[in-house]
């Protein structure tokens, strides 16, 4: 089964920044007119096309050059849980903040189409990078990062929302790889207790899920509780010199090849599905979601949903769906 709605980004509309009516007199019917003098009912409709056009969802973080200054901690982390941060910025503020800063009354033009217009359409999209601590150069920062690429305001009218999900954690293994199934990040030194990161992002997605601790998007984030269904989408695109192993313990076709290898997205899938999803989110925690989707790419895997797809029963209904882990052809099958 094939998956959510791809997200794209709208065609290049004929109305930009680039040709909004400025200050700058024009000559319209023989007398000078300027933006903020047209009816208010046309510069919204102008404002319209340009903050929408600014609203497309921003892209996911270059795990390569994350900054510790983006980043702020989320509480929450144990010992053997690795460091979890959130992108400091809101998405609606990158966006938008050249028209808020023209002027006041331009600040309180544009923010009306934002509440009314613009930002209760917004898709819920959140992106959440498990980064490793790389195989050539080390990478600036480690553990589970968790950016919101889109977001409506207000947050109250979420009804759904999307959680995409990228895995940087491989590892170099020659001959032969052992990776077990909890994604572990081994630290620098040797003989310390290795963290988790399946432990990290299951910390996340509790987060992302309870209203009464919700850290995630600072003050915006008071009220999720009209969230009913959740995407959870497992990529495999996160990099392109990544080997998937279809199991936690495998053989190199050629015994001297030295490999980058992390486990395939589908085996934490199926982890996240079987037992945290469906015996911990769905029956513990306050928010009462009623459907939780379950994705590889574009491939529907898990479906986990309460009786009749109520938000008020805690009976449980379970789907699974047919897919095969690709195997790789330096791998032994």
Known sequence: MHGPTPL????????????????????????????????IELRYQILEVAVAALSVPLGPPDVEQLHPKDWSLVEGATAITPPIRSFRTRPWTARILPLLLINKPFRHDTTYVWEHY??????????VDCVGAG???????????????????????????????????????????????????????????????????????????????????HQDAR???????????????SSPDLHWSHRSDLAFQDANSALDVSLHPYMTARNLATHYIRNRIMRHLPLRIARWNVYVDDDLVFKVMRAGDGEGSDELRWEQYEYDVPIDPLFLP
């Open 118 to 127: 613009i930002g209760p359409k917004l898709p819920a999209i959140a992106n």
């Open 223 to 237: 009220d999720i509780s009209q969230l009913r269904a959740l995407d959870l989408i497992l990529r495999t695109d």
């Open 135 to 217: 195989t050539v150069h080390p990478r600036p920062l480690t553990g589970v990062f968790i950016k919101w690429l889109s977001l409506p305001s207000p947050i109250g009218r979420i009804h759904t929302m999307q959680v995409h999900i990228r895995f940087f954690d491989h590892r170099r293994f020659t001959g032969r790889a052992s990776l077990g199934e909890n994604r572990v990040l081994l630290p620098a030194v040797p003989r310390v207790v290795p963290y988790f990161l399946s432990w990290g992002l299951k910390g996340i997605l509790g987060k992302l899920c309870d209203k009464s601790s919700y850290p995630l998007n």
């Open 8 to 39: 794209v980004p709208p065609a290049i509309l004929s109305c930009s920044l680039s040709t909004l009516p400025s200050h700058t007199p024009v000559k319209a019917a023989g007398r000078a007119m300027h933006f903020l003098n047209l009816p």
